[in-house]
């Protein structure tokens, strides 16, 4: 059974810096691409970035794009999204993703149960 | 980037009834790269549909989704009790990824 545990989110001051982590398990965590996909309190959903089952490509939204670091340790089942220089418009929870390919493929068949990220002072 | 837009915003139906979702793209979704979540209270989102019309694993055959081009339908053939929630399209054809806003189908 494919698994997907979130963890690292908490209160952060703006401008500040986070880690998420998300534990994968029940599959072959180095053929699947993975990503971040984030839902603000009441909104829709958001993609973040992707990765690709080797680690060697990567993507970003705009919105994102020079704040936060995607990586993956295939050694460990691991994947993390190192958040900077936080905003209060980063306040969601962010949920991990399995792509079904191991290249970048953008759909989603199993999503972890999110972990909550707050941007306040 | 792809804006999907989906309506209605809020369908509000019976158990038994037929609900029909729509989700309309800004531009072509390229191969027909267009997949349909499922999201309730609290819980993470659960595929649904990919390529516009095939279902994923374990999705009753209830759920059907069908569509090209710019124009897609997600059909609830007659509704359960759990199948009300907010339902929400994303195309993966061109990166950015994007997501409709949902549409939430309510008990009436």
């Known amino acids: 059974e494919v698994e997907l545990l979130e963890s690292g989110g908490g209160l952060v001051q703006p401008g500040g810096s986070l880690r998420l982590s998300c534990a994968a398990s029940g599959f072959t965590f180095s053929t699947s691409a993975m990503s971040w996909v984030r839902q603000a309190a009441g909104r829709g959903l958001e993609w973040v970035t992707s990765?690709?089952?080797?680690?060697?490509?990567?993507s970003y939204a705009d919105s994102v794009k020079g704040r936060f670091t995607i990586s993956r340790d295939n050694s460990k089942n691991t994947l993390y999204l190192q958040m900077s220089t936080l905003r209060a418009e980063d306040t969601a929870v962010y949920y991990c993703a399995r792509d079904p390919r191991e290249y970048i493929y953008g759909r989603f068949d199993y999503w972890g149960q999110g972990t909550l990220v707050t941007v306040s002072s | 980037e792809i804006v999907l837009t989906q309506s209605p915003g809020t369908l509000s139906l019976s158990p038994g009834e037929r609900a029909t979702l729509s989700c309309r793209a800004s531009q072509s979704v390229s191969n027909g790269y267009l997949a349909w979540y499922q999201q309730k209270p609290g819980q993470a989102p659960r595929l649904l549909i990919y390529g516009a019309s095939s279902r994923a694993t374990g999705i009753p055959d209830r759920f059907s989704g069908s569509g090209s081009g710019t124009d897609f339908t997600l059909t609830i053939s007659r509704l359960e009790p759990e199948d009300f929630a907010v339902y929400y399209c994303?195309?993966?054809?061109?990166?950015?990824?994007?997501f409709g806003q949902g549409t939430k189908v309510e008990i009436k």
């Open positions: 990765i690709s089952g080797s680690g060697g490509s990567t």
């Open positions: 994303q195309q993966y054809g061109s990166s950015p990824w994007t």
